[in-house]
């Protein structure tokens, strides 16, 4: 068994990327679904941009490095990840931030209907952020947030968008969004697709799927580092009808001009608020040209190999250990989850051997699986790892069941 | 005259933190005002930041080094940088996303109002946020930006809220803050402040003014990197009925807890939206760190000695040329401004001699004293230069004319 890991860690075609990040030794990480390693070449980056462009030309980077143009070439890098085109995609604010954006533009354009559509079981800020914006706009929305079965059914003629994740943050389920998108459009709705944990994980095909707009992190399978800058998508078709709620001066036409009125950009720059967070930015980019140097056809195909592997080891040994995600790796994201009453400390204790996955209330162990630096070996041995956890009881400590506030 | 400029750069109390910061040999920054240059110690505390804490406990890092409190932890530092109390003040997204939550949350606590008030020459993305935020609410809010002298008497009983840049970014003119929140709460209107060019430039005093909010900037004078965070400011007597508009997961009470509904948090974490740009903010607390270090009133009586000694230099050698700012320093913030028709040739011509100021349209010069990095020899130089370039019209060449797009 060990000399066939072996085996498939030596074809591996993307085996040359794991060098490329630095992944402590002796650690088996499956928590880049929450925040990526960083690569080897953010920090001599960052560290040029500091020096190079922010510390000799000071004010001049914004034209001489090409700062004021990062939210948009970054963009269409970011493009090419999701099957967009380029000039659809602005990097930008936060995942929520960009949320809100894409929901009150969505409701703007379906003003004679008042419901959002979501999943009861999305990722919360997605949720809250519609919240908020159904309370702001006051004039009788609602948001609708149903089981993932309903959906279909919630998608009615009273929908004006339907804001979904496309894969679980818990289960690692993955919808199917050109299936949906067509439901949505059936009903004459919108859909915002949040590709939270899509990005960089699998190819994305928003132009196949005709989506209209789309939401994505920056931090997870980007790599681009703790509360890296988000990214959104709006479908060129949509474009000329955009209007941002937060219509911040680097979203006009001319923000230079300093003009006393607001004039939306013509490109998907009207989609940008603020000042751009340049350090933020490139430290992203460094993740995304990783990224685009491997094939994501392959990223995905290792994937699913890594987490079959997983899957069927863990199974093997724990049998009686509830799957928590499809058994269908067609039907999910890069990750697979388990549920055990005691999922917070066992957790803990595989962390504690080395083997870093995460928690999520209330009872799902996740394990991600990004195949730019886990290995064959490394699958292999977080499944044995949590094996011999759950047959040793090692996670029936008091200090892994103490749960911090953050998880 | 060089002696006596020698002997007050000997006899300057803050000459020892020039040389914490990489400003480039040769050059005069007198543009500190749009970007700060970088403090020495950015650059290895980001490198540390991305080995030691990201790169070794990567998702640990959130716990493990106090990420997830950046937010408020920097936040309390801006605080005693402007009067503000600890609890009161958090670091998040861009100034313009901050303008926006705090415009929509006071239209919330204004209900029967319908004005919001500032001034024309306001920087235009406050104006470009107010006019979104009118727009999107569609219920008959009115944007009344009018001229600084009519302020007072725009500020009646139809205005919730009174949103002012507290120094003009054009010519330096500083608002009376007291007076007009005075003005304001008279009028029964609350205030916003944006600090842009106020916090780290002088001696800001929200408590004293009892300012109800405010917002402010990190990549000007606390030298946080290009498009570094922005912070905002909410009274604590506000806080409890304070509803931000962008709802995002980091501002719930248990954000942890992944709870389907929004629980706003009991601090200023409410105010928080998506996930914290953590690189960036290291950044920026180092700039914050530098300034804390220094007596805030020291720099504000360096920079008003900078600039006089500008001004009156430059008044001396071009007694024709028009003051843009108030003569008056007590009246202006730490910049002084001229206006020239070929204002942007002039500017490039500076530049083209290591005077680097900014201009912006139509035709006002801008130069910045930030203290920490300034000597009063630059002055001197700035002065010198500036009257050399207008004597021999050194600025009338066709390179100096072309406007690049960003200026």
């Not at 040359?16 to 953010?42: C, W």
């Not at 509360?227 to 009808?241: D, E, I, M, Q, T």
């Not at 923000?255 to 430290?283: D, H, K, N, Q, W």
Request: glycine share 8%; net charge negative.
């Amino acid at each position: 068994m060990t000399a066939d890991i072996d085996s498939l860690d030596r074809a591996d075609p993307l085996a040359r990327f794991r060098e490329r990040f630095a992944v402590p030794e002796g650690i088996v990480y499956l928590d880049g679904n929450s925040l990526g390693p960083p690569p080897k070449a953010t920090a001599p980056r960052i560290a040029a941009a500091i020096a190079d462009e922010w510390g000799k030309d000071l004010i001049g980077g914004w034209t001489r490095h090409g700062w004021i143009d990062l939210p948009l070439r970054l963009g269409n890098k970011i493009a090419r990840l999701i099957g967009a085109a380029p000039g659809e995609v602005a990097v930008a604010d936060s995942t929520s931030v960009n949320a809100f954006k894409l929901l009150a533009a969505s409701l703007a354009l379906r003003p004679e209907r008042r419901v959002i559509v979501s999943e009861r079981d999305n990722f919360p800020t997605d949720l809250y952020i519609a919240e908020g914006l159904v309370r702001l706009l006051d004039r009788g929305h609602e948001l609708r947030a149903v089981a993932a079965e309903d959906l279909a059914g919630a998608t009615d003629g009273d929908a004006a968008v339907v804001l979904l994740t496309e894969v679980n943050y818990r289960t690692g389920r993955r919808h199917d969004m050109a299936a949906l998108t067509r439901r949505a459009h059936a009903a004459g709705a919108l859909t915002i697709w949040d590709l939270a944990h899509s990005a960089g994980a699998f190819p994305v095909d928003l132009h196949a799927a005709h989506a209209d707009f789309a939401i994505g992190c920056g931090y997870k399978y980007l790599n681009g580092g703790p509360g890296a800058p988000a990214f959104l998508y709006v479908a060129r078709r949509h474009l000329p009808s955009f209007v941002s709620p937060l219509s911040g001066w680097l979203g006009h036409a001319a923000p230079f001009a300093f003009e006393p009125g607001y004039r939306p950009a013509e490109s998907v720059a009207r989609a940008l608020c603020g000042t751009p967070a340049i350090l933020a930015m490139l430290a992203l980019e460094v993740g995304v040209d990783l990224l685009l140097e491997a094939d994501i056809e392959a990223v995905r195909a290792k994937s699913i190999a890594l987490s079959e592997l997983f899957r069927e080891r863990v199974e093997r040994s724990c049998p009686w250990l509830a799957l928590a995600s499809p058994a269908d790796p067609a039907q999910r994201g890069n990750q697979i989850s388990f549920a055990h009453p005691e999922g917070y400390a066992v957790t803990q204790a595989l962390i504690a051997q080395g083997v870093v996955g995460d928690f999520r209330a209330p009872d799902v162990m996740r394990f991600g699986f990004a195949p730019l630096y886990l290995r064959y070996a490394d699958a292999a041995r977080a499944a044995d790892t949590l094996a011999e956890v759950l047959a040793t009881r090692a996670w029936d400590r008091p200090e892994f069941k103490t749960r911090a506030a953050v998880t």
